[in-house]
């Protein structure tokens, strides 16, 4: 009987400084670590992207919108033209609607590359 309480004290005694230390440790570990920061290249150069020509972008606006704008003017004299034709009492034709939202969408193509 008494080797068997020896044997349990001992056991008691040297298991619980070893339930103590693992407990500590786990509570170190479960604490929040902050996030790693994002890794950002030091340099431009390091980078695979090409830069991008803002200077060349703003001239290709500038010339598509110059084309758009051209093109909504002669939409716009067409429809008139054709209005002028028919009889404001009759329902308007198919290509006459149509004509107008492709104005429409020329008009609004138009503001969005004029807005950036």
């Known amino acids: 009987m008494k080797s068997r309480r020896k044997f349990l004290t001992l056991l008691l ?5 070893l339930g103590v230390m693992d407990y500590t440790m786990r509570a170190q570990e479960s604490q929040t670590r902050p996030p790693p920061p994002p890794k950002t290249p030091l340099k431009d150069e390091d980078t695979d992207e090409p830069k991008i020509d803002s200077k060349a972008i703003l001239e290709s606006n500038q010339k598509d919108i110059k084309k758009n704008i051209e093109r909504l003017f002669q939409l716009a004299s067409e429809l ?3 209005v002028e034709k028919t009889d404001s009492v009759q329902v308007l034709s198919v290509a006459m609607i149509k004509k107008a ?3 429409e969408k020329l008009a609004k193509g138009i503001r969005s590359r004029a807005i950036g």
Do not use: C, F, Y
């Open 101 to 103: 939202e492709e104005i």
């Open 80 to 82: 008139k033209a054709e």
């Open 13 to 17: 005694v040297s298991g619980a400084p």
